[in-house]
């Protein structure tokens, strides 16, 4: 029986590898081992900060939110309390879009939020 290689398999692993690791800095795109800890270290923060984007859109949404409030004299945390007692179910990017886009609209929602939380 004949003696099974393993070269093919070694050399399209290696070549994709390289190929990930292209655009890096000296070392790190040339050679092998250096590529390899370089790639793999970009994978992990790729998946790490896929998931931390969403917390970070989340404060850009909330510091929006926050300074329309404040134009219309509330702070984010009376407006939210305000939408939740008038039963108001609008999430933040939403609100957010029309803190920016669509300022009237925005006003309507802040007069809600403003009379529900002065009547409680």
Known sequence: MPRVKNGVAHHAR???????????????SKLYKA??????RGLA???RDR?????????????????AARMHDLSYSRLMAGLKKAGVE???????????HDADAFARIAELAKSKAAAA
């Open 14 to 28: 290696k070549k994709k590898i390289m190929e990930a690791a292209k655009g890096g800095f000296q070392a790190r």
């Open 90 to 100: 609008i999430n933040r990017k939403v609100l957010a879009d029309l803190a920016v």
């Open 51 to 67: 998931r931390k984007k969403k917390g970070d859109f989340r404060t850009l949404w909330i510091t929006r939110i926050n300074a």
């Open 35 to 40: 590529a390899k800890e370089n790639v793999e």
């Open 45 to 47: 923060y790729a998946y």
